[in-house]
């Protein structure tokens, strides 16, 4: 299957799953052709409807989040990339058990039902592709989580976990033109190791798995799913130990699964649009995710180090089913 599509790469983080769980892979098997890149806008908006603790559903009031991501993706060369992304967000807790201060006494400022707005975490990876060749595609990438400044983490509507990240994975994709043309496969793993807290270790183990599909030539089709495992850690049934408890939120031993859909559209041979929903189905530890919206932008630019070159074959082309699966 050939298709007209300019060669480009966008990695996509969803800076909601960011703020609630901490972490997503951000890595793609795929890079953009040296001195070629692409700019990325992802607004999200997500909906908690419930906790869980341990394994336990419990309605502890409602979350919703307003998520703004801006990310650059950069071919060095044909071989490896570069992708730096910052996420403002925006959220608010509607509830009647709002988060004390951290000393245990008053109400958290940030649980008064108010949107309370900050940017997040700096994300940084570099990705190496070591195999491309008959339709697969191996990249194994090392990427790194910094907080942007210090912010509240011991509120349901905290921004996120103010903690340091090293992650280094692989990921595999697969062009299945000989089953159905148009369809590829990728699945990525990551493991992070995290800052510590409290000298308790807590670092994690993240999965995804994706399947984009080109019903025509411009519009895609995305199946998307994503989760974690945290190495360590607590659970996070009623703490009664008072040093532990203002941290409860950045040291539990979350679990989760999502899964959800999406489609993209191609305007241009530079500009692309997409959207996706997803939907915790399996969690612990974690604020589930009722209902998770997402729509973006994707703008494609070469520089003077790119080099002259064919459109893209279908290998390339169909890179962009993938492009937007973080718009979960």
Not at 148 to 155: K, L, P, R, V
Not at 205 to 212: I, K, P, Q, T, Y
Not at 256 to 266: D, E, K, Q, T, V
């Amino acid at each position: 299957m050939r298709v007209s599509c300019r060669t480009s790469v966008v990695v996509v983080l969803v800076p909601i799953l960011v703020a609630l769980s901490g972490s997503q892979a951000r890595a793609q098997a795929y890079l953009p052709a040296q001195g070629e890149g692409a700019v990325s806008v992802l607004f999200s908006d997500t909906f908690v409807r419930y906790h869980y603790l341990g394994a336990t559903e419990v309605d502890r009031g409602r979350i919703q989040s307003e998520t703004v991501l801006l990310d650059v993706t950069y071919g060095l060369t044909d071989k490896v990339a570069v992708s730096f992304g910052i996420p403002w967000v925006a959220s608010r807790y509607d509830g009647v058990n709002p988060h004390p201060l951290a000393n245990l006494t008053g109400v958290q400022p940030l649980d008064d039902g108010a949107y309370h707005n900050t940017f997040q975490d700096f994300r940084f990876d570099v990705r190496y592709n070591v195999v491309k060749a008959k339709g697969l595609a191996v990249t194994p990438f090392i990427g790194s989580i910094v907080p942007s400044h210090d912010y509240t983490t011991f509120a349901h509507a905290a921004p996120g976990r103010d903690l340091n990240e090293l992650q280094i994975g692989v990921t595999v994709a697969k062009l299945l033109d000989s089953v159905v043309p148009g369809l590829l496969v990728q699945g990525s793993y990551s493991y992070g190791v995290v800052q510590q807290v409290l000298d308790i270790a807590h670092n994690r183990s993240n999965m995804s798995l994706e399947v984009g599909y080109f019903l025509t030539p411009k519009i895609r089709l995305l199946a998307l799913s994503s989760g974690e495992l945290t190495h360590g850690g607590i659970d996070a049934p009623p703490i009664t130990n008072a040093i532990l408890f203002p941290e409860h939120d950045r040291i539990t031993r979350d679990q989760f699964l999502n899964i959800g859909g999406g489609a993209a559209y191609s305007l241009n041979e530079k500009v692309d649009i997409f959207a996706s929903l997803i939907h915790t189905v399996a969690a612990r530890n974690v604020h589930a995710i009722d209902r998770g919206v997402s729509v973006g932008l994707s703008w494609s630019f070469s520089t003077p180090r790119a080099r002259d070159r064919a459109i893209a074959d279908a290998e390339h082309s169909l890179v962009k089913c993938l492009c937007e699966k973080k718009a979960m």
